[in-house]
């Protein structure tokens, strides 16, 4: 099993502060059958910048940890991009790191006020370059669970949504996971990832798997288990046409 989204380097943003912490976040992963993980660190944590260099420099010291410690979990690089005017404006996007390099999948943290219309630029000059935009835990941004067709918008125009196994598990509450549940029901997920940043917490991965086969059937939860490993290959993930979400639940689009 593969975690997409998970901040597991050290020392890089607010995840685990030593080497020690992320080899025993590594130990949990491996419990909980997990043999990958895609590391995503953000991309700018008060004044400093999470460089390409940088992060692959803490990737080769955590894997070679692992063997050392003779830990089966392979640990690829990426990263997770906050939407702001400096990204827009003044830094090239052309910089941020890809989920495994090669890809064209590129991680983006919505702000909780978003501009539509600032959002939707950058989306749109990012896929015109080429890249696939992942809208990053989306059923915690108090803006998009106020204005759900922001981001039907966004997945009705080529971007793909990555949510938290803790929002589909309820372990964030039963608004959040009421909120995950029904996008997942109306098409707009596609992705799950733990989004864990340190050791004790879980992943809680399966768990969400088995919630999301309970609830909508063994054919979504294998379609959203296969687009992990999709994106870490460069593969085109499978998409189902999104549908709109209103206070009430799914208004369809027929």
């Not at 080769?60 to 404006?89: T, Y």
Request: net charge negative; with cysteine; aromatic share 8%.
């Amino acid at each position: 099993m593969i975690d997409i989204h998970c901040h597991i380097l050290p020392g890089l943003d607010d995840g685990p502060g030593t080497i020690e912490e992320s080899l025993k976040m590594a130990e949990e992963a491996v419990f909980e059958g997990i043999d990958t993980i895609v590391a995503t660190p953000h991309d700018r944590v008060d004044n400093s910048v999470n460089h390409r260099q940088r992060i692959f420099a803490a990737i080769d010291e955590l894997n070679e940890a692992l063997r050392e410690e003779n830990i089966p979990l392979q640990v690829l690089p990426g990263q997770e991009a906050f939407v702001s005017s400096e990204l827009l404006s003044e830094r090239d996007f052309l910089d941020l790191l890809p989920v495994n390099v090669n890809t064209s999948y590129i991680y983006l943290e919505l702000p909780e006020k978003p501009l539509p219309s600032y959002v939707k630029q950058l989306v749109r000059e990012m896929q015109a370059t080429g890249f696939h935009p992942v809208i990053a835990n989306p059923e915690k941004n108090p803006y998009v669970t106020q204005h759900s067709d922001f981001l039907y918008d966004l997945v009705k125009n080529g971007c793909l949504v990555q949510i938290t196994a803790a929002s589909v598990n309820g372990d964030l509450g039963g608004k959040v996971r009421k909120f995950t549940h029904q996008l997942i029901g109306a098409n707009l997920v596609h992705f799950i990832g733990s989004n864990n940043h340190r050791s004790g917490k879980g992943f809680g991965l399966m768990k969400a798997y088995q919630e999301v086969a309970k609830q909508f059937g063994n054919e979504m939860a294998y379609m959203l288990m296969q687009n992990n490993w999709k994106m870490v290959e460069g593969a085109v993930v499978v998409r189902d046409e999104p549908v709109k979400i209103n206070r009430r639940g799914m208004k369809r689009i027929f």
